[in-house]
Structures are given as C-alpha cells and as structure tokens.
C-alpha cells in the first residue's frame, strides 16, 4: 500500500560506528578464512561461509547421491567451532559432527545416504566471537 500523497518517512539512521565496526572484522576474519580453505575445488555439492554470531550459519541442498565425501572445513574469530551435517529425514537419522579448532583447516571422509544434507556451523564457546566465520566444502570423495 502507498503512503498517503504529503506523507514521508524519515531517512533511516546511519549505521552505528560499533555496527561498521563489526563489519569491518567480520570481513577480516572471512578474508582469513577464504585462505585458509583455499580455492573452491571443482564438484562441490554442498558448501558456503557465514557468520558464528548467534545461531551461527546453515546450509543445505535437497539430495545428494549414496557414496563417500570429503567435507573440508575451517573457522577463524574464535578458538572452536563445530560443523554438524545431518540427513535427519533417513531411519535413525545419520548425524556427523566435526570439531575444528580455529586456525586450521579439518578434513574428514564421510558415507552419506541418498537424500537431503543439512549443514549447521555453530561456535563451541562462551568466548566473544560475534564476527567469527566458518565455512565448508564438499566433495565426491576421490
């Protein structure tokens, strides 16, 4: 719905300096991990980067073939961080849980059933870390 003719809202407020601050980190810190995890490798069926702040980030893709998988993944902004894939629409469910430890990169092969993956990075401390990042590739296993 239109605003009435005569009418208009206020400019929105600039962004806080602590907001552009964040940003700025934020940013600093995905630099680091673009890095750390290298090039994006040719055949990645699941992958992506986000924010640990909160919830942290998820991801997923609507089916996948059976077969074995190289998940490579990485964190930088906090000391650990946890990357869980689940196929949670299978018979008792398949749930892979993968700690990193922050500053290096985790590689892990995984079987997988055919079918949807969730992915779900998440910070595994109490310590600040609202700009941290984690990210994650995967691929056929060759």
Same mark, same amino acid.
């Given at each position: 719905?239109? %605003?009435?003719?005569? *009418?208009?809202?206020?400019?929105?407020?600039?962004?806080? #300096?602590?907001? !552009?601050?964040?940003? #700025?980190?934020?940013? &600093?810190?995905?630099? #680091?991990?673009?890095? $750390? !995890? =290298?090039? $994006?490798?040719?055949?990645?069926? !699941?992958?992506?980067? =986000? &924010?640990?702040?909160?919830? &942290?980030?998820?991801?997923?893709?609507?089916?996948?073939?059976? &077969?074995? *998988?190289?998940?490579?993944? %990485?964190? @930088?902004?906090?000391?650990?961080?946890?990357?869980?894939?689940?196929?949670? +629409? $299978?018979?008792?469910?398949? @749930?892979?849980?993968?700690?990193? +430890?922050?500053?290096?990169?985790?590689?892990? +092969?995984?079987?997988?059933?055919? =079918?949807?993956?969730?992915?779900?990075?998440?910070?595994?401390?109490?310590?600040?870390?609202? %700009?941290?990042?984690? =990210?994650?590739?995967?691929?056929? %296993?060759?």
């Amino acid at each position: 719905m239109a %605003a009435p003719p005569g *009418y208009s809202r206020p400019a929105p407020a600039p962004p806080r #300096e602590a907001d !552009l601050d964040l940003a #700025e980190v934020q940013a &600093g810190n995905q630099a #680091e991990l673009d890095m $750390r !995890l =290298g090039p $994006r490798p040719d055949g990645v069926v !699941l992958g992506g980067s =986000g &924010g640990l702040g909160g919830d &942290g980030f998820r991801t997923s893709i609507i089916g996948i073939p059976k &077969g074995s *998988y190289t998940v490579t993944a %990485a964190c @930088h902004g906090v000391m650990k961080a946890s990357l869980t894939l689940s196929q949670s +629409d $299978r018979r008792g469910g398949t @749930h892979q849980e993968l700690a990193l +430890d922050c500053g290096t990169a985790t590689r892990v +092969d995984l079987e997988l059933e055919a =079918g949807p993956v969730s992915a779900h990075a998440f910070r595994m401390t109490t310590e600040r870390g609202s %700009a941290a990042v984690a =990210g994650f590739w995967m691929v056929p %296993a060759t």
